[in-house]
C-alpha cells in the first residue's frame, strides 16, 4: 500500500496526476490531497473521486507547519509530489512576494515535515520513502534558437515565478546533500490539456475563441515552447515516484515546439471547424509584450527515456484536439471558473495593451 501526500491536488496537472495513479494503483494506494484552493485549485477537478475511500481532500497550506506535520503521521505518509505552487508569470511580476512564500518557503516546510516523519535516529531514512519535486523548464532561462535544455544546463531564472521555483529546487537538492534524503526534482516543458485554468495560453484561446472574443497574443507572438500532454506529465512523475535515482534531475518534454502564433491558428482552425465558422484569425490581437518574456524553451529528455523508460505517448495534434474537446464539452466548469475574480484579473492584464 502506498500512501501518498499530494499537494496541490486541486489543480491541473495534480488533479489529472491524482486520477492516474489511483487508475494505476487501483485498492493499493491512498492519497490525502493538501490544497489551500486558491484561483487555480478547483474541486471541480475532483468530481469523478467524490466519495472515493483512496481519496482525501485537505484544505490547507503547504506552508502550515502543525497540519502538514500531522498529514504525514496520521496517515503514515511514505511520498510526497508536490504540485503546490503559484504558477502564472504574469501573476508573479505584479506580487512576486506571494510566490516566494508558497514556492520558496512551502517547499522549505515540506521537506522539513517529511524528513521529521522519515529520518531513523541514526540519521538513515525509512524504506521506500520519496520526495519529488514537480518544476519547470523556466528554471533554466531562455534558450536561442537551437540546442535543449538538458539536466545540466545552469540554472538562470528571468523571472519572479522561474526564481521561486528555481529556489525550491535547490532547497530540494540541499536536503539530499546535507540530509541524505530521497528526493527527486521533475523539470517539464509546457503542459495542456483538461483542467487547466484559463489564464494559460492554450485554454484561454479556446475560451476567448467560443465566445468570438480578441485572441491577445504577446509580442509578435514567435515565442516557442515544447508542448507536453497533461497524461504523459503525469506517467512520468509517477515513474520517478517508483524508480527514480535519489538525488536525480529528471527533465520532462513532448518534443513538440510549436510558436505561440501557430498554436493560436490551430486553435482558431478547431473551434471554427467544430463549433462556429465565423471564428477566424481575425480574432487575432498582438498585444504588449510581457516583462522578461523568454524567448524558446527545448526540453531534452533523453535521461528520462534511457533510465526510466519514459517516452511522450501523445502527438500534439491528437492532444490539442483532444484539449479542445473537451473544453467545449465542460462549458459549465469553464464557465464556473471564469467568473468573479478572474474578469477582473483577465481586464488588468489584456484590456489596456
Known sequence: MKNILVTGG??????NFILYMLEKYG???????????TYAGNLENLKAVEGDSRHSFVQGDIGDGPLVAELMEKHAIDTVINFAAESHVDRSIEDPGVFARTNVMGTVNLLSCARAAWENADGSYKAGVKFVQVSTDEVYGSLGETGYFTEETPLSPRSPYSASKASADLFVAAWSDTYGMPVNITRCSNNYGPYQFPEKLIPLMIHNAVGKKDLPVYGDGLNVRDWLYVDDHCKAIALVAEKGCPGEVYNVGGHNERTNIVIVKKIISLVGGKVDATVTESLIKYVTDRKG???RYAIDPAKIGAELGWKPDTAFEDGIEKTVDWYLQNGEWLSGVTSGSYRDYYDKMYGNR
Do not use: K, P, T, W
Open 27 to 37: 485498492d493499493n494506494i491512498q492519497i490525502v490531497n493538501l490544497d489551500l484552493l
Open 293 to 295: 518574456h523568454d524567448r
Open 10 to 15: 486541486a489543480g491541473f496537472i495534480g488533479s
